[in-house]
């Protein structure tokens, strides 16, 4: 059984451009979370989704961010215009129920902007 | 000893000390808590659990201990080995809303010396 996968691990955008960051979750799992880590930091939690729904968007900036989690396909989390500060490493986690022990984390995307 | 880095503070040990890694979490609502591990470059992984009606849990080499009237929680690592060097996080379940969302700390370097 695939771990949850991310591609692609480096990305490397410049100021403006858009950013595209794919999640495939483990086989049989219907929760995805995207969490964001600065260096030297914490991850932030930014938005929960299930297949097709947002649960929790609440760490999520309200502009030029996105994500989705359609039926079919990886999840996706789209940062438009990127300035140097969406500078970080994006990690996905999924998990089958939703519940706290069950989340198994992707290697994460590590987006640069120059 | 212990020493505050720029953003994440550092534990050192030598090689088959004993290590106590501290957490002081937020939410006194919070049911539920983890220790992660992550190594660089790479994901965050799962070591151990606890559950807010139990104030010790152990598993191979690892303790947790939660303090709940402090809101405290430590990660102890019993003969600490080279592969222990990582940065360990704290995360605790908040359970709002209805469903489970994962609030983590900001990290402890453990640096192991031969």
């Known amino acids: 059984n695939a771990g949850v996968m991310q591609n692609p691990r480096h990305l490397v955008r410049r100021r403006g451009q858009e950013a595209r960051l794919r999640c495939s979750p483990m086989k049989g799992h219907s929760h995805v979370y995207w969490y964001r880590q600065l260096p030297e930091e914490g991850l932030k939690f930014m938005v929960y989704?299930?297949?097709?729904?947002?649960?929790?968007e609440s760490g999520m900036p309200k502009e030029r961010f996105s994500a989705e989690f359609p039926k079919e396909g990886p999840s996706i989390l789209r940062i438009q215009q990127v300035v140097r500060g969406d500078s970080a490493a994006y990690f996905c986690?999924?998990?089958?129920?939703?519940?706290?022990?069950?989340?198994?984390f992707g290697p994460g995307t590590r987006l640069t902007v120059t | 000893g212990e020493s505050v880095g720029l953003h994440l503070p550092t534990l050192s040990v030598q090689e088959g000390d004993n290590s106590i890694i501290n957490c002081a979490y937020s939410n006194s609502a919070s049911d539920y808590f983890i220790w992660y591990k992550q190594e660089s470059g790479k994901g965050p992984q799962f070591i151990i659990d606890?559950?807010?009606?139990?104030d010790k849990r152990q598993g191979q080499r690892v303790t947790v201990l939660l303090n709940k009237t402090v809101k405290h929680l430590s990660l102890q690592i019993a003969a600490t080995q080279p592969g222990d060097s990582a940065v360990y996080f704290c995360?605790?379940?908040?359970?709002?809303?209805?469903?489970?969302?994962?609030?983590f700390g900001a990290g402890t370097r453990l640096a192991v010396h031969p």
């Open positions: 995360a605790e379940n908040t359970g709002s809303g209805g469903y489970n969302k994962l609030i």
């Open positions: 989704l299930q297949k097709e729904n947002i649960i929790d």
């Open positions: 986690a999924s998990s089958p129920r939703g519940l706290p022990y069950e989340q198994y």
């Open positions: 606890i559950r807010s009606n139990m």
